[in-house]
């Protein structure tokens, strides 16, 4: 246990359905991040936050997905609209800050099966 | 081309043998990590490194700046070391490596 946790664990919904996951880091960790990892692949990066200033967004990260970290505390990830393709894990890691010697936490994940 | 290449993709070992996993990225980095993933998605952080090597108990991971080369080594190897290593760079943001499926039988 890394002491970052993510809920739900597993989801499964229908496609065209709202879903919306949840991330508590670290407490004491300003960096937030999550991350998608399809099966056989290496996790990729969605968007990050410092404090509750989303400071990035990867252009994976399409309209019909949206992260808000409101109090710079825990984090949700919405997907609007769900596509089959969505179906991946996604990953919430944490950290105290940037630069090199950042080490990142990472969560259980959330398993999104989009039918 | 991936920015993050790893080898072998998928690895069998005996208990015992010594393992090694490499990964080669082709971008300007300020550190290396190798993860570790287990079934069901958790992610540890094994190292992060920016020169030399680094050991941790049965693991050594190696860089090679110029070569833009990193190693992992297992000494020792056991069944609970069976896993997914991922190596991830980080030029601005992390970028992982597809990961090497390590299974490592009694």
């Known amino acids: 246990d890394t002491g970052v946790s993510q809920d739900p664990r597993h989801k499964i919904t229908k496609r065209g359905q709202n879903v919306t996951f949840r991330c508590d880091p670290i407490?004491?960790?300003?960096?937030l991040y999550w991350y998608r990892q399809t099966l056989g692949q290496g996790p990729e990066f969605l968007t990050y936050f410092q404090n509750e200033a989303q400071l990035e967004k990867s252009r994976l990260l399409s309209d019909r997905f949206s992260a808000e970290r409101p109090k710079g505390s825990f984090s949700t990830l919405e997907i609007q609209r769900t596509e089959q393709g969505d179906s991946a894990m996604y990953l919430c890691?944490?950290?105290?800050?940037?630069?090199?010697?950042?080490?990142?936490?990472f969560g259980p994940g959330t398993r999104l099966t989009v039918l | 081309k991936n920015e993050v290449e790893q080898s072998p993709q998928n690895l069998t070992a005996q208990e015992g043998e010594f393992i090694t996993i490499n990964c080669s990225y082709s971008v300007g980095i300020s550190a290396l990590h190798w993860l570790q993933q287990h079934p069901g998605g958790g992610i540890v952080s094994l190292f992060m490194l920016s020169s030399g090597k680094k050991k941790h108990g049965r693991l050594i991971a190696t860089i090679n700046i110029q070569e833009k080369h990193s190693s992992l080594h297992i000494t020792a190897s056991h069944p609970r070391d069976s896993a997914v290593y991922i190596c991830a760079v980080r030029g601005g943001n992390l970028i992982f490596g597809k990961g090497t499926k390590l299974s490592v039988k009694p």
């Open positions: 407490s004491e960790h300003n960096r």
């Open positions: 890691a944490s950290s105290l800050g940037g630069g090199a010697a950042d080490t990142q936490y």
